[in-house]
């Protein structure tokens, strides 16, 4: 696995899984020009659990499989104006969930959004990369790669 010092050297591609929301092998996009990491959700609904706010939304686990749609539900830990690739401000919820790339796995922070016009269900932002990963924009699925190379 390449690693520059202690942090794990990512291309412009990579797959990840996010083990609570039961998504496996998702292709992401690394976008050190995003702030904030997305997902593409659609049909959210909000409710109110315990006291708590929470989300119930579909997602598509599989990007080869487009018609598989599951339901999940998730607490919103916030909710953000962010704006998006095409300049326009929405504000969107916030969730925190586990990310698992290779032999790494930490918490991140999710916007939930409608990214149906994107190439990529997932972008991987900055604030889930500080301190762990570098991209070399150069490659793609070096995690991958490593990993069945080792």
């Known amino acids: 696995m390449n690693v ?5 050297i990512v291309g412009s591609l990579e797959l990840c899984d996010l083990p609570e929301l039961s998504i496996n092998d ?4 690394v976008d050190t020009g995003a702030t904030t990491s997305s997902l593409h959700v659609d049909n959210i609904d909000e409710f109110e659990r315990d006291g708590e706010s ?3 939304f579909d997602i598509h686990p599989d990007i ?11 607490k ?8 998006s690739s095409t300049a ?5 919820y916030v969730i925190t969930t586990t990310i698992v790339m290779a032999d ?3 918490p991140i922070q999710l916007t939930l959004t409608d990214r149906s016009e994107m190439n990529f ?9 500080q301190g762990r990963l570098v991209v070399d924009p150069e490659f793609e699925y070096l995690l991958t790669n490593s990993k069945t190379n080792s």
């Open 54 to 56: 929470w989300v119930s």
């Open 104 to 106: 790494m796995q930490w």
């Open 64 to 74: 080869h499989q487009v018609s598989k749609i599951v339901r999940r539900e998730i």
């Open 4 to 8: 520059l010092g202690n942090k794990h």
């Open 26 to 29: 998702l292709n992401v996009r």
């Open 76 to 83: 919103v830990e916030a909710r953000r104006n962010v704006k």
């Open 121 to 129: 269900l997932m972008l991987l932002g900055r604030e889930a990369m």
């Open 88 to 92: 326009t401000r929405e504000k969107r």
